[in-house]
Antibody
């Protein structure tokens, strides 16, 4: 069964850092592009970042550009999001997500993790 | 960036009702439009991709259509398990923006 499991969320002070992880299982991780999507409490979905299957192509939302870094370790079937200079408005549940097939991001995100909560507060 | 709008923001309906939700893109996105359903405390679930293709396992009462930059999600006969929030998303270019959501509630 294809599965994505996020971890690494928690409470952090403004200006602090946090590293999220997303461990994949049940499929060949190296074949799939991956995304991070976040959702502030009681709010809608907001796309955060994209990384290609090889890790060579990366995109970010303007709201996190220069502060967040997406990466992946294909040997460990894991996706990461390094979050620096955190702000209160970064408080959200962070989901990792993948398309149904390789190079298929244009067809939507078919698989999602359960999410990990990041709270930025003093 | 491509902006996505949805209407209505919320609606009240009864089991058996036909429900339609509209999404509009700020510029041409071809048919790169997806629909998700989200229930409280859960991850979103992909229902429709490429504007009108039903994801495997999704009930056939869900359908999608497109006309230019306007897209519609229709639920032909609302079931109790369909009460949720629905989001559209464009996947034409990054950032892959989502609409603000439409909450479907019980009348």
């Amino acid at each position: 069964e294809e599965q994505l499991v996020e971890s690494g969320g928690g409470l952090v002070q403004p200006g602090g850092s946090l590293r999220l992880s997303c461990e994949a299982s049940g499929f060949t991780f190296t074949k799939f592009e991956m995304h991070w999507v976040r959702q502030a409490p009681g709010k809608g979905l907001h796309w955060v970042s994209y990384i290609s299957d090889s890790g060579t192509t990366i995109h970010y939302a303007d709201s996190v550009k220069g502060r967040f870094t997406i990466s992946r370790d294909n040997a460990k079937s894991s996706l990461y999001l390094q979050m620096n200079s955190l702000r209160a408005e970064d408080t959200a549940i962070y989901f990792c997500a993948r398309p149904a097939r390789s190079s298929g991001s244009y067809l939507g995100f078919a698989f999602w993790g359960q999410g990990t909560l990041v709270t930025v507060s003093s | 960036d491509i902006q996505m709008t949805q209407s209505p923001s919320s609606l009240y309906a009864t089991v058996g009702d036909r429900v339609s939700i509209t999404c509009r893109a700020s510029q041409t996105i071809s048919n790169y439009l997806n629909w998700y359903q989200q229930k409280p405390g859960k991850a979103p679930k992909l229902l429709i991709y490429a504007a009108s293709s039903l994801r495997s396992g999704v009930p056939s009462r869900f359908s999608g259509s497109a006309s230019g930059t306007d897209f519609t999600l229709t639920i032909s006969s609302l079931q109790p398990e369909d009460f949720a929030t629905y989001y559209c998303q464009q996947s034409s270019t990054t950032p892959f923006t989502f609409g603000p959501g439409t909450k479907v509630d019980i009348k």
